[in-house]
C-alpha cells in the first residue's frame, strides 16, 4: 500500500483565522471557501486501499477508548465504517461518482420556474463528523435545455455525501445546476438540522438553519416571493 503523509493538525495550538482556536472555529462553523478543500493527491488510493486503512485507524480509535475488539458486537465495526465512509457518506468525495447528466430539448417550451421541492438529504458536518440531516427545494428557469427531475435529487445527493458546511453544500449545488443547465435562473433553499447543535455543543433541539442560493432572475423580490408560495403549498 502506498505510504501517505497526512499532516497532523495541532491538538491546542491557535489556528491561523483570526486567532481563534480550532474548537472555537468548529463550533462556529466557518467555511472557507466553495470548493471542497481537498489535497492535490486525494485519489492516489484507490477505494480498497482507503477502506483498509481507514478500517485500521478506526480500530485504533476505539482501541485508544477502551472498547474491546473481541466482542462479537464490535469487531466488526472498524471495517462497517470504512466501507460507510467510502462507500456511502462520503462517496460524493470522489468525482467518479459525479452524476451523469444528460439534458432534454425544452419541448413543451416551459418557460415558467421547475420547482423540486423536499428533496430530503443526509450529510455530515466537516467540524465534529455528525449528521445534518435536512430538506433541499431547487428551482430554475430553462434557457432551452431541461433536466430529468431525478437527477435534481442526485445532485443534492451528490453533494451531500461529503463532509460539509450548509453554505457550502447550498452554494455546489447552485453552482453546479447553473453550470449543468447553462443559466443563472437557479435557486437553492437549504433547511437542516446539525446533530452538533442538536445532541452536543449548544444542545439546542428545536433550532434549523436556513440557507438560500439566488441567482439570475431569483434575486428579484417578486420572484423570491414565487418560488416562497410553492414552498408552502401542500402537496398532493
Ligand atoms: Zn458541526
Redesign the pocket.
Known sequence: MKKIDIAMPSMNGKNSLNGFTDDEI??D?IFTGLETPLRADAFDMSDQEKKERIAILFEEIMNVMGLDLTDDSLKGTPNRVAKMYIDEIFSGLNPENKPKIALFDNKYQYNQMLVEKNITFYSN????F?P?IGKAHVAYISSGKVIGLSKLNRIVQYYAKRPQ?QERLTNQIGKELSTILATEDVAVIIDAK????SSR?VKDDTSATVTTYYGGVFNSPSKIQELQNYLKTDHV
Open positions: 468548529g463550533d462553523h458536518c466537516e467540524h465534529h455528525v445534518i458546511v446539525h446533530l452538533c447543535v455543543g
